[in-house]
Nanobody
Framework: QVQLIESGGGSVQAGGSLRLSCVAS????????MGWFRQAPGKEREFVAA????????RYADSVKGRFTISRDNAKNTVYLQMDSLKPEDTAVYYC?????????????????WGQGTQVTVSS
């Protein structure tokens, strides 16, 4: 079973930036897609971004497209989420997730391992 440890959350003003990191262990990282999801209070968990196994194919939710960038370093077993031009509506707990296979997917059911989550708070 893969273990995922996220870091990099925090509080920032609207327009600011944060970079989330997620280190994976327990599975061959370079064989699997990775994703980021988020959950705001009172809302369901939603897809944010995903990267295929080698980082060459990425997908984004429309709400973050052009502002967030997912990347990965397979040598470090780490996936990143660079978040720029943050908005108050980006406030949520952000979760890193490991997919069962190598290809990106919007559906949370395609992921079988999750991190503990990291809080991102954006104030206006």
């Amino acid at each position: 079973q893969v273990q995922l440890i996220e870091s990099g959350g925090g509080s920032v003003q609207a327009g600011g930036s944060l970079r989330l990191s997620c280190v994976a262990s327990g599975r061959t990282f370079s064989n699997i897609a990775m994703g980021w999801f988020r959950q705001a209070p009172g809302k369901e968990r939603e897809f944010v971004a995903a990267s295929n196994w080698n980082g060459h194919v990425t997908r984004y939710a429309d709400s973050v497209k052009g502002r967030f960038t997912i990347s990965r370093d397979n040598a470090k077993n780490t996936v990143y989420l660079q978040m720029d031009s943050l908005k108050p509506e980006d406030t949520a707990v952000y979760y890193c997730a490991a997919a069962r296979g190598p290809y990106t997917d919007y559906d949370a059911r395609a992921y079988d391992a999750w991190g503990q989550g990291t809080q991102v708070t954006v104030s206006s």
